[in-house]
């Protein structure tokens, strides 16, 4: 299912690359959590290069998202971006108290860390533009669980304010 994740990832890949860069002219830290690919020595550098090499079919998606001195980085073994990572330590440290989750697969990785930020108490905002999953009804069923049943924010990323977020 690449290819059909692909294809909806790269639009909103500008979509949310746009949106990062609202947040980090408020001074809102963001947080990059990527799949360890089942490589236990993983190192975040290198995912990096490999995702936006020449040779990485997502590499659109990649480049367009590349992070920056000041983001934090977490790898994670599983969906959730919370199971057997560092997170909960790193948004203690930084005080968070809301969560702006974007990223693909709506339906897998984003839903299990958006359960797990909502079960951890984390006022959670899915902005439903900047998520993506390998079709359109897999990511409009998310979103509908978003909504109905956690109650979530889903609004597009161009309706959220960052500045009013500190």
């Known amino acids: 299912g690449a290819d059909g994740l692909i294809a909806a990832a790269e639009p909103m890949a500008a979509r949310l690359a746009a949106l990062k860069r609202r947040a980090t002219r408020q001074g809102i830290p963001s947080i990059y959590v990527n799949d360890n690919f089942g490589q236990w020595r993983s190192d975040f550098r290198q995912i990096v290069a490999h995702c936006t090499s020449a ?74 533009d900047c998520v993506a999953a390998q079709t359109p009804a897999r990511r409009a069923r998310a979103l509908r669980h978003f909504e109905e049943t956690l109650r979530l924010d889903t609004k597009a990323s161009t309706a959220l304010r960052p500045a009013a977020w500190r």
Do not use: I, N, W
């Open 55 to 128: 040779r990485s079919p997502g590499r659109r998606v990649s480049q367009a998202l590349v992070p920056t001195a000041p983001d934090y980085f977490v790898l994670k073994p599983r969906q959730s971006a919370f199971h057997a990572t560092p997170l909960k330590l790193l948004l203690e440290h930084l005080g968070a108290r809301r969560l702006v989750v974007t990223g693909v697969a709506a339906d897998q990785c984003v839903l299990a860390t958006v359960a797990d930020a909502c079960m951890r108490q984390y006022a959670v905002v899915v902005p439903r």
